[in-house]
């Protein structure tokens, strides 16, 4: 079944009184629609069907268009009033012609393919064949389109043969099937075949904005803004460089370099942080060795390490000493992080390997690791792990 597609003859038409023809999965379908269905880099419009929201519109491989209402109200036979959102709908016709201009310009001025492109709700991206793509023709490209934009250049449509529409030498190779081929035009700047809905003159698209660029699949994705989406990109842009200007007591100019030399400074008292907290651990750890009661000439350390000291910092302070059992335990995040380290003769009085089955089943825990460090977490408290290692003693 096929719905009579009003949007290429109305492409303006914001309102229209339908009847439902079919309902097939929870969506109408209508005997005609102003309801332009997604495809083509363009998405599905939206609005609302007698007051029910219209969530998007599809085309199937019958080229039956879907209409996705939010609940489902209506029955076979029924008028209905389509409404769309119009916002939402424009800004795809000022992206999808600004596109035309932009992969036109990209082509005859710098010879840069369209490879795909995608409009999203808030930019639009061209993926071009290009490994890269130099800042100077992006901001010339963004120059040239605002030109066109200016110049009130008309966009109107052509239906041709496919082999009068081959003869053209378009830019784009024609993707449609059949031989009624429907040309848009850009007077003076562009010309492909298209099945989709476009300004009427270039003027509409009010204003286009070079917002950057990413590689894809080894080509350079730009990306745009456009119309009204291009003035919130350059004011939330604005309002960005003003607040990180205040934030780094900066002028525009100096704003980059202070940022860095911040950044570079701020990398560095971190460094220096991990330096004094590493130096912290190792003197409480060897003011407890000094302290700590001797077994068979080996001091035996039990530690329940202190909060603001990383269990990592243990583990680097521990190989310090020659002769040392270190049982050292801290709660994080309701978890018991657990460390038993058997340095130099300390291997006497405890054998890890032969131990590890009871210990880990005592303090319901797990772990492990290679002489003379291991380490993990339990669900246990410190009290019950100190004790089980004091137990399994030799
Ligand atoms: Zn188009």
Known sequence: MHSYPLYYEQPYQKTHTATIVDIIDGNLILDATICYPEGGGQSGDIGTISGVQLLNTTKDDDHTIHHHVKQQVFHIGQQVNIELDWQHRFHFMQMHTAQHVASGLLFTRFGIQTVSVHQGERILTIETDAASVDQEICFELEDLVNAVIRGNHPVHYEVHTRTSAQSLGLRRSIKVEGDGVRLVVVEDVDTVACGG????????????????????????????????????????AQ??????????????????????????????????????????????LSSLVAHAPLVASIPVVYWNVPQDIDMKDVAQAFPEHEDLLLFAAKMVD?????????????????????????????????????????????????????????????
């Open 197 to 236: 809905l476009h300004v009427a003159n270039t003027s509409e698209i009010e204003l286009f904005h070079y917002s950057g660029q990413e590689k894809i699949r080894g080509h350079i994705r730009l990306i745009f803004t456009v119309g009204q989406m291009a003035r919130q990109q350059i004011r939330k």
């Open 239 to 284: 309002d960005a460089v003003t607040e990180l200007g205040v934030l780094f007591s900066a002028p525009l100019e100096d704003l980059v370099e202070v940022a860095k030399a911040s950044i570079a400074q701020a990398a560095q008292t971190k460094s220096e942080l991990r330096r004094a907290q590493q130096a912290i651990a190792s003197l409480q």
């Open 334 to 394: 309701g978890r018991l992080l657990w460390l038993v380290g058997v340095q130099g003769k300390a291997s006497t009085l405890f054998d890890f390997n032969t131990r590890k089955s009871t210990l880990l089943s005592a303090i319901e825990g797990k772990g492990g690791g290679k002489a003379p460090l291991f380490q993990g977490s339990a669900k246990a408290d410190s009290a019950v792990f100190f004790s089980t290692c004091k137990d399994l003693m030799q």
